[in-house]
């Protein structure tokens, strides 16, 4: 009996033989981020070769790399980037509806345009309370100087709490220790947890540089999820779901065309000047020395 990584290991023609492990790690992936059906015990039914070739030239598709229907370097390396961990794809049927390279909604909305957020945990000296609070009313105003949202911290019980918390933290989806997955989110829904957004502790996070894992970046995708967006194959999207770098200065920060019309789609355009969803001005980031106090 073929099991599938022995079929996904005759798709890989690299020179470099890839051993069982990195093949069925490879089958994780697709598995975790919805390339593939979640094995099911009851039919025990087999991959075919042919759908694990279309669930890698989907992958491929996705991330915009060739669509060669092998694990090739560069697709295995896509799977090795930092990402939200949230899967691509959500339900069988969807893999037909994503012909256009576009965004994706979730199927919830919030029927209130008036949303409360809160943060619970902060994250570890790389970057301070103020700071973490004002790039989280950023990344909150980058959705709603667009559309009708409001959003107002409160102290008390919030629709979107925010978190920082590390490896198995209660909810079913473990963290993964410094890089890998990044950040997820609760879709909008009626459950205590619905609209909540964890970053994983155990990454190094910062605000606008080169080394570390850009907090308003990730914020800004989170909470397209946690308004009711789904991961975007478009080129250029918040919304993708591989980490891509700094966006810039945060009260500078405009989306992207494609999350544009994705949010809107959900809940309008903005009718008053979108200047008036912004929060203070950003907190001038101290600077803190390496070997500096911890308290903050
Ligand atoms: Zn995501
Ligand atoms: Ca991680």
Same mark, same amino acid.
């Given at each position: 009996m073929?099991?599938?990584?022995?079929?996904?290991?005759?798709?890989?023609?690299?020179?470099?033989?890839?051993?069982?492990?990195?093949?069925?790690?490879?089958?994780?992936?697709?598995?975790?981020?919805?390339?593939?059906?979640? @094995?099911?015990?009851?039919?025990?039914?087999?991959?075919?070769?042919?759908?694990?070739?279309?669930?890698?030239?989907?992958?491929?598709?996705?991330?915009?790399? @060739?669509?060669?229907?092998?694990?090739?370097?560069?697709?295995?390396?896509?799977?090795?980037?930092?990402?939200?961990?949230?899967?691509?794809?959500?339900?069988?049927?969807?893999?037909?509806?994503?012909?256009?390279?576009?965004?994706?909604?979730?199927?919830?909305?919030?029927?209130?345009?008036?949303?409360?957020?809160?943060?619970?945990?902060?994250?570890?000296?790389?970057?301070?309370?103020?700071?973490?609070?004002?790039?989280?009313?950023?990344?909150?105003?980058?959705?709603?100087?667009?559309?009708?949202l409001s959003f107002t911290e409160t102290q008390g019980e919030a629709d979107l709490r925010v978190g920082f918390v590390g490896g198995s933290h209660g909810d079913g989806y473990p963290f993964d220790g410094p890089g890998g997955t990044l950040g997820h989110a609760f879709f909008p829904g009626v459950g205590p947890i619905a609209g909540d957004t964890h970053m994983d502790a155990d990454e190094t996070w910062t605000y606008n540089k080169d080394e570390g894992t850009d907090l308003f970046a990730v914020a800004v995708h989170e909470f397209g999820h946690s308004l009711g967006l789904s991961h975007s194959s478009a080129e250029l999207s918040i919304m993708r779901p591989y980490y891509q770098g700094t966006v810039g200065n945060p009260s500078k920060y405009r989306l992207p065309p494609d999350d544009l019309e994705g949010i809107q789609a959900l809940y309008g355009k903005r009718v008053s000047s979108p200047g008036a969803a912004l929060p203070p001005p950003m907190p001038t980031q101290r600077v803190i020395p390496p070997h500096g106090p911890t308290h903050l």
């Open positions: 073929l099991t599938a990584w022995m079929l996904l290991g005759s798709l890989v023609l690299s020179e470099a033989k890839p051993t069982a492990r990195d093949i069925s790690k490879g089958v994780d992936w697709l598995t975790r981020y919805g390339y593939l059906p979640a @094995p099911d015990p009851y039919s025990a039914q087999q991959q075919t070769l042919e759908g694990l070739r279309a669930s890698v030239r989907s992958m491929q598709r996705f991330a915009g790399i @060739p669509e060669t229907g092998e694990l090739d370097d560069e697709t295995v390396q896509m799977m090795q980037r930092p990402r939200c961990s949230l899967p691509d794809i959500i339900g069988t049927s969807e893999l037909m509806r994503r012909r256009r390279k576009r965004y994706a909604l979730v199927g919830t909305v919030w029927e209130k345009k008036e949303l409360t957020w809160r943060l619970d945990t902060f994250p570890a000296a790389s970057l301070t309370r103020d700071t973490t609070r004002a790039l989280i009313g950023y990344a909150l105003a980058a959705w709603g100087q667009e559309t009708a």
